[in-house]
C-alpha cells in the first residue's frame, strides 16, 4: 500500500487542520448556546469540518493515482486546499461574530464576505473538475476501481454544483420584490423559510424541501464508491463470484447508477418542496423504481456467472484442464492487491 507521505501534502495538512477545527466546533456546541437561523451557532462549522476531513483526504488519495498531468494536478489540489481554507475561515469567522456566513446580505461587509465565499466556493469546484479530468485520463489498470473514483468524482461535482442553486433568490424573495434591499437572498430550503423544524444531526427540513440533501448525498459519492469496492474486495474470501474482477466491475457500474438515481430523486424531492422523512406518492414510486431496476441489475446481470471456456487439455506442462482457474485467480488477485494498495 502506497504511504500516506505520497499523498498530495497540501491536502493533508488541510485535511488535519479540519479534524482540529472538527473538535473546536464539538466545543463550540456544548459550550456556546447561541442559536442562528433556528439551529446551534457552531453546528454549521462542525459539519462542514467533517465533510471537508474526508473530502480532503479522498481527493489527496485519489491523487496519487494521476502520473500524466501530476503537475497539474498538485497545483489544483494546492487550489482546492487553499479556496476550502478561505471558506472555512469565513464561516468560522462569521461565528464568532453572531453573523449568518450563507446568503447573508444584512450589511457591505457581510455582502462582501459572502461574494468571497462565493468566489472560492467556484474555484473549489473547478479545482475539483481539474482533477476529475486527470482521473477520467490515468490509467488505473483494475477496471473497477477506475470506475469507482471516476465515477464518484463526477457524483461528487454534480452535487458540488447545488451549491450555486441555493445562492439564487427564491421565489418567496423574488415575489417580495425587495431583493436590492433584503439582508437574507438565497436559500437551503425550497417552499418553507429557512431555520424551520429539522432533522437532527443533519438539521434538514422537516416541513419543506432541502437543497442541501442532494448536496450532501452527491458530494460524498467521492468516498463512498470506492468504499463500495472496498467491501465487494473484502467479501472476496467468502463469496467466489465477488472474486471474478468482471463481476466487481459490473456491481459498481450498477452502484454508480443507483448512486445517481438516488441524486436526481432526492433533487426532484426538493424542488418540490417535499421534506426528505414525507415522501408523497410519486417520490415513493420512483424509489420502489430504482430499488427493483437495481435489484434486477445486480442479480441478472452484475452477478451473472461467467462463460465457461474449454481448453484442450495439455500434456505437457503442469496440465490444466478445462476446469483450471488458475489465470481467472491471478487477474483476480492482482485486481484486489491493487485496490487495496
Known amino acids: 500500500m502506497s504511504s500516506w507521505r505520497s499523498w498530495h501534502r497540501p491536502l493533508v495538512l488541510f485535511t488535519a487542520a479540519m479534524a482540529v477545527m472538527t473538535v473546536v466546533s464539538a466545543i463550540g456546541l456544548i459550550a456556546d448556546d447561541r442559536v442562528l437561523a433556528g439551529a446551534a451557532i457552531w453546528f454549521k462549522p462542525f459539519k462542514f469540518a467533517v465533510s471537508f476531513v474526508v473530502y480532503a483526504l479522498a481527493l489527496a488519495w485519489m491523487l496519487t493515482l494521476v502520473i500524466r498531468g501530476r503537475r497539474i494536478g498538485w497545483w489544483a489540489g494546492t487550489v482546492v486546499a487553499l479556496s476550502s481554507l478561505v471558506e472555512m475561515a469565513i464561516i468560522t469567522g462569521q461565528v464568532i461574530r453572531g453573523k449568518r456566513s450563507h446568503f447573508n446580505h444584512a450589511t457591505p461587509f457581510d455582502e462582501t464576505l459572502f461574494s468571497a465565499m462565493a468566489v472560492t466556493v467556484v474555484i473549489l469546484w473547478t479545482g ?63 417552499g418553507v423559510p429557512d431555520g424551520g423544524p429539522s432533522m437532527p444531526l443533519t438539521g434538514w427540513s422537516t416541513t419543506g424541501g432541502d437543497l442541501r440533501i442532494p448536496h450532501f448525498i452527491g458530494m460524498h ?15 472476496a474470501p467468502r463469496f467466489p463470484r465477488l472474486r471474478d474482477p468482471r463481476v466487481r466491475l459490473r456491481l459498481v457500474l450498477v452502484a454508480s447508477g443507483t448512486y445517481a438515481a438516488v441524486v436526481a430523486l432526492v433533487t426532484w424531492q426538493a ?47 503442469s496440465g490444466a484442464g478445462p476446469d483450471s482457474g488458475s489465470d481467472f485467480d491471478s487477474d483476480s488477485d492482482r485486481s484486489q492487491k491493487e485496490l487495496l494498495s
Do not use: K, N
Open 221 to 235: 459519492a467521492l468516498q463512498l464508491l470506492p468504499l463500495f469496492l472496498v467491501a465487494l474486495v473484502c467479501l
Open 128 to 190: 475539483t473538475l481539474v482533477i476529475a479530468i486527470l482521473l477520467l485520463r490515468a490509467r488505473i489498470t483494475d477496471r473497477a476501481s477506475a470506475w469507482a473514483i471516476r465515477s464518484g468524482v463526477l457524483l461528487t461535482l454534480v452535487g458540488a454544483g447545488f451549491g450555486f442553486l441555493m445562492t439564487q433568490p427564491t421565489p418567496e424573495q423574488r415575489a417580495a420584490g425587495i431583493l436590492d434591499t433584503a439582508d437574507v437572498i438565497g436559500a437551503h430550503t425550497v
Open 271 to 317: 424542488l418540490r418542496g417535499q421534506p426528505l422523512i414525507h415522501p408523497d406518492g410519486a417520490t415513493l414510486g420512483a424509489a420502489a423504481l430504482i430499488v427493483v431496476a437495481s435489484a434486477v441489475a445486480a442479480c441478472f446481470w452484475a452477478l451473472r456467472p461467467a462463460p465457461v471456456q474449454q481448453r484442450p487439455y495439455s500434456h505437457h506442462g
